[in-house]
């Protein structure tokens, strides 16, 4: 098992928690979008490519350059110190992590909703999802905001600790270069819908295995909150493949069964209402509370997944 050393994903993983996203600094995720948008642009002005095809190179392209340039990048600073190397490791595996900056913009949602400014709640809930934000209620703001929550723990968390764990900070960097593709061309409308098909399709590959481990994570970071770790499963089992995501629907399950409330129902994109299948076991609707807990419920499982996987990495080691 190829997994990176331990203090180097303990020291990332820390480091994310106390700064969280460098905004000021340049950030290896928001350069891997520009090489996606540059792809597009460039792929799209040959006609003689198919628009699938198209998505498909830009996929290559895009995680191979990804790839390519974090391995290169971890040898030339060994190569200059071994400690120089150790160094950029570890900041490649904080800028694949998203715990401190996804528990921050949820916070930001829930002081606005405690100070009673719900307008501002609206606004820093719609820097989080890509539904219309303007007219919802507070209970459809906090709504969002635990379903975003849910969502992201697995595109921001477990899934980078995953891969992390299995292929080092190469591996991380290029789940983050699959992640951030989907996010930038994995739409169902008529722009995308053919040149995004790969991008998509391999962003739910990727996730296949980590949105489903990370439901045992919340089953027992909600056991140590005392929530409702045993509705966990029974919420995934009977609701999670409701959901049009086939990775999405078990972190939103499992968090609607740890919290005991649905997610799911009636939202507006570009003022075409759509009703989704409710999610969780129960027929309580969110509340600010809620929203309290989901984000203690999503650090704790941040912590418990990577303490696990650690351990197992260690048990393969001295096997």
């Known amino acids: 098992m190829n997994a990176v050393p331990e203090l180097q994903l303990v020291a990332a993983f820390l480091l994310d928690l106390v700064l969280g996203d460098p905004r000021k600094l340049p950030h290896p995720v928001r350069s891997i ?3 996606a948008m540059k792809t597009e642009t460039l792929l799209r002005k040959s006609r003689w490519i198919p628009l699938r095809l198209a998505g498909i190179l830009a996929v290559i392209i895009v995680v191979g350059v990804t790839v390519g340039a974090s391995f290169g990048a971890l040898q030339l600073a060994t190569w200059i110190h071994p400690l120089f190397g150790i160094a950029v490791a570890v900041v490649m595996l904080y800028f694949s992590l998203a715990t401190k900056d996804l528990s921050r913009h949820a916070r930001a949602v829930l002081v606005a909703l405690e100070q009673g400014d719900l307008q501002l709640a609206r606004e820093k809930v719609g820097m989080m999802v890509g539904r219309d934000t303007q007219e919802m209620k507070e209970g459809d703001v906090v709504l969002a905001c635990v379903e975003s929550v849910a ?5 921001g968390v477990t899934a980078p600790l995953f891969y992390a764990l299995l292929f080092g900070p190469v ?9 951030t593709l989907d996010s930038s061309f994995g739409y169902r409308n008529e722009r ?9 399709k391999l962003d739910d590959l990727v996730n296949y295995l980590p949105a489903r481990l990370t439901v045992p994570a ?22 999670a493949k409701l959901h049009a995501s086939p990775n999405a629907g078990y972190s939103e399950a499992a968090f609607a069964g740890a919290l005991g409330v649905r997610l799911g129902g009636a939202r507006s994109y570009g003022g075409i209402r759509k009703d989704l299948p409710y999610l969780g076991i129960a027929e309580t609707d969110c509340t600010a509370g809620t929203l309290k807990r989901a984000i203690t419920l999503m650090v704790s499982s941040a912590f418990l997944f990577l303490a696990v ?11």
């Open 33 to 35: 979008g520009s090489l």
């Open 151 to 155: 969502e992201s723990t697995v595109d």
């Open 171 to 179: 591996g991380a960097m290029a789940y983050k270069a699959v992640n």
């Open 192 to 200: 995308y819908r053919e040149f995004g098909w790969a991008s998509a």
């Open 218 to 239: 919340v089953a027992f970071a909600a056991g140590f909150m005392r929530l409702g770790w045993v509705a966990v499963f029974s919420s995934v089992l009977r609701t």
């Open 309 to 319: 996987g650690l351990s197992l990495a260690w048990l393969f080691k001295v096997m």
